[in-house]
Every structure is written in C-alpha cells, then in structure tokens.
C-alpha cells in the first residue's frame, strides 16, 4: 500500500510484533530499477557520501492503532488496517528504501555494498557490516504479547540451535529471527500505559493474599525472588483447565474492582479485564492475564520513556511512541497473543528482579536547551529530540550513523555541501557518518535523532 509519501505497509496483516514478520516487497516503482541502475546509484553514493530520504514501512500488527501513524505520515485517517509500526532502519524483516539520486536501493543492500560510507569504519569494525540499532514509531490500540527479549549470548546459542534444527525464519515457531540481543528504548508521543518487570515483593504478596484461589501461589511466593520465579514458571506450566479455575474468580474480583473509584488498584483491574474480552474464549483465560497483578503498570506522559534491558517481562498496552532497539527482532512470548508462545525459551532468558518501575526523563542535552537525549545503558543507541523555539541551524552527523525522524514542522531543509534535502512532518532520513550536515528548523518542529550509543569506540561488544 503506497501513498503520497511513499510509505509501504506489509501485505501481511499479524498479530502480533515479532519473529511472523514477512519481508516485504519494496513498494511499487513505476519502472522497477535494474540490476545496473542500482550497481550506479550505490557507487554514486560512495564516491560522495550524503544525506538520503528513506521510504519506511509499516507493519499492520492486529494491535495497531488506525490513526497516529497514518496522521503522521500524511494519510487518510482511520487507515482501513491497524498501522502498528513504522521501520526506519535496515533489518531485513522490513528494510526502509534509500532515495539515492540514481535509483531507490533497500537500506540493507545499500549497506551491504557500501557499510563504511554508511556506517563509517569504526561502527563496521565493531557491529559488521549493518546498522547497530532499529528505530520505529509505534502506536498500540490493544495490548501487545507479554514478552521477554534475550540478551546477545542467548540470542547466538538460540539462533543457531533454531538455525541447525532447519526451521526457516519464516516459520511461525521460530524464536529468534537474528543472533543479536534487543534491549530496547520506548519515548511516549501520547499517554503510554505499559506493564513492565515484576513488582516488589511485598505488592506481589499482597495481591495474590488478595484471591483465595491464588493461595497456593502465595504460599509458593515465600517473600523471596527465587519463590517468585518458581511461582512464575509453575503457573506458566499448568493445563489449561487449572488455569482457567485460578483465574475465574480474580476476573470477577476485578470486574467489581474495576468500576470501584475508591480502589487503587482500579486502573489494573480494567486493563485485566480488558485484555480478558480480547483474549478469552468459551470460558478459558489466557495465562498470560496473572501478569497484570505480578507486573509494574506504568503510566507515561509524553517524554517520558522506559528502558527495557534483558530478560524483562513486559507488554505495552496503549498509546504510541517512539522506539529504539538493538537491531534484532527477537520476541519471546508468555500470552496475549495468537502468536508462537514458548514457555520453556521465554523462562530460560528471564529476569526476575522485583522492584518498583524506573521511568527515564530526558536530559538536556550539553547545555542546549531546545536538545533533549535520553542515554540508555547500552553502546548501541542513543536519542536526541530537537525542539527549537526559533528558527534554528542543528550540526548533526559525523559520528557513526543518524537516523533522523520529523515527528512535527514543515519546510526543514536538511543541506550537507551541495545537496538539500526538503523535509516535513512524517518524513524520515539517513545521515551517513563522517557526513555533517545542517538541519535549518522552524520553531515548533520536532526532530528525533537515533545515532550509536555514548559508550560505542570503547572495548569490546559484551
Ligand atoms: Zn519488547
């Protein structure tokens, strides 16, 4: 599905985010470009590196929202399919296109022919010849999976052990679709409401004292972590019918919670019961609704963001915002989801460290106070948002790759020597290394920036 921005969409709607994706054709061109064409577009670039537009996709995940993608980029709104997220980036599930002068080339191709004039060398030397991170815009109506990701050994022993067992990475019941980890960084754009890590102990305990039927959890929870990851797994292993008998009466609990104004735990109630309607059929329950009483429940407001490293239980529940990732597309399920669960891969890479949430704030970034960045803990990404208040020239570029996202503005001239890009709201770009270039800004816009993290050019990948 192209539009007036040249955004594609898959061909095939799913369900759910993660390793189903189908790779997509590179949206229609009025004339395919040749094998030749393409060969002189990609040298071009190479002998003079520059800023490109990139055409992203979007992936139609059931849970998608209809609106904030497609208002962004320009589109009539509701869309007629979910527009879950849009890709900048070049992992292979959904590379964006690089408009180079000669002939659109797929951002993965582009790098594969030319990584250091994309990447630079240092970036190559250390992450191999493809970007480090992945960038998306996401915008959820319904709660996502309840997942985990693996950190990078897991994902290496998992990617082989799927590889040499033969299963395609097509194949629903792949695990991991790459060898790399997928610690991942979501900013709100909207009011966000996600669960993520498990809650402290003694909210835990609490809870589950609450529901006679749980009482055999509580006594297992023993007060301790190491209670609470075997309470976890044995609830994750138990047969459908069990589960079904534990969860009824919580369900009923919370239907009369829910509407209850004088009761904190309202909020957590509704979203149980929510993802109950979406998720339950013919009486059975999903197991993956216990979550909602073991896990944080956070509220977002726009800027403020969540770091999600290894190994943590999560599952975002409404709102829309940006994300930045390894560049990996690694999903390990636990429920809510139509999609491959599998119990024994999502519990041999999960943490267990119970503690309230940790939301991040933005920081100012080296005094420039129309800057923001968020730093997560990791060497491969890191963000910047632009917010000028006049009209203003960014120097950006230069160290390692940029992605850059206008989330708002119109009439942006992005000019590195004698080229210029003309930029506005939904439009994304590519900013090789080594390049600098000027972004020229009208108070008002914002500009969100993804480049390699602070802690890239020192040691070795852990
Ligand atoms: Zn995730």
Not at 362 to 389: C, K, N
Request: glycine fraction near 8%; charged fraction near 25%; charge should be negative.
């Amino acid at each position: 599905m192209d539009s007036a921005n040249g955004h594609q969409a898959t061909d095939q709607p799913t369900e759910d985010k993660g390793a189903e994706d189908t790779r997509t054709a590179t949206p229609d061109q009025p004339r395919p470009p040749s094998a030749a064409d393409i060969d002189r577009a990609v040298a071009a670039f190479a002998r003079s590196p520059r800023p490109v537009r990139l055409r992203c996709g979007v992936q139609r995940y059931g849970w998608g929202d209809r609106t904030f993608i497609p208002s962004m980029l320009g589109q009539p709104t509701p869309a007629s399919e979910p527009q879950a997220e849009l890709w900048v980036g070049d992992h292979p599930n959904l590379p964006s296109v690089a408009e180079l002068d000669d002939a659109p080339v797929p951002l993965d191709q582009l790098i594969d022919a030319q990584p250091e004039a994309v990447l630079g060398r240092q970036t190559v030397r250390r992450y191999g010849a493809q970007l480090p991170f992945l960038f998306k815009v996401l915008s959820a109506a319904a709660p996502l999976s309840i997942q985990a990701h693996p950190n990078r050994t897991q994902a290496v022993v998992g990617f082989a052990r799927e590889s040499d067992a033969g299963l395609p990475l097509s194949d629903p019941r792949r695990n991991y679709q790459d060898p790399n980890h997928k610690p991942e960084l979501l900013v709100a754009l909207t009011d966000f409401h996600a669960l993520r890590g498990f809650r402290p102990l003694s909210e835990i305990d609490r809870e589950l004292k609450r529901h006679p039927s749980l009482g055999g959890l509580a006594a297992r929870l023993g007060g301790c972590r190491r209670g609470l990851e075997a309470l976890y797994a044995t609830f994750m292993r138990i047969p459908q019918p069990e589960v079904d008998r534990l969860l009824a009466p919580v369900i009923a609990d919370c239907a009369t919670r829910a509407s209850d104004p004088s009761d904190t735990e309202a909020e957590r109630c509704r979203w149980l019961l929510r993802a109950d309607m979406l998720h339950g059929a013919h009486g059975q329950h999903d197991r993956g609704l216990l979550s909602f009483l073991l896990l944080n429940l956070v509220h977002l407001r726009p800027g403020e963001a969540i770091f999600l490293p290894a190994g943590e239980l999560h599952s975002y529940l409404d709102g829309a915002g940006l994300e930045l990732m390894a560049n990996s597309n690694n999903v390990l399920r636990g429920g809510l989801t139509n999609k491959h669960i599998d119990v024994d891969a999502l519990l041999s890479v999960l943490r267990v460290d119970p503690k309230p949430a940790q939301v991040l704030h933005p920081v100012a970034d080296d005094g420039d106070s129309e800057t923001t960045r968020y730093d997560p803990p990791v060497e491969e990404f890191a963000l910047r948002i632009l917010t000028p208040r006049r009209v203003h020239a960014a120097h950006i570029g230069r160290d390692g790759p940029t992605l850059g996202l206008v989330l708002e503005g119109s009439d942006l001239a992005l000019t590195a020597g004698e080229s210029t890009l003309a930029l506005s709201t939904g439009d994304a770009f590519l900013i090789p290394a080594g390049v600098e270039a000027d972004l020229c800004v009208e108070p008002g816009a914002r500009i969100a920036l993804a480049t390699v993290g602070a802690g890239a050019g020192a040691g070795a990948p852990g």
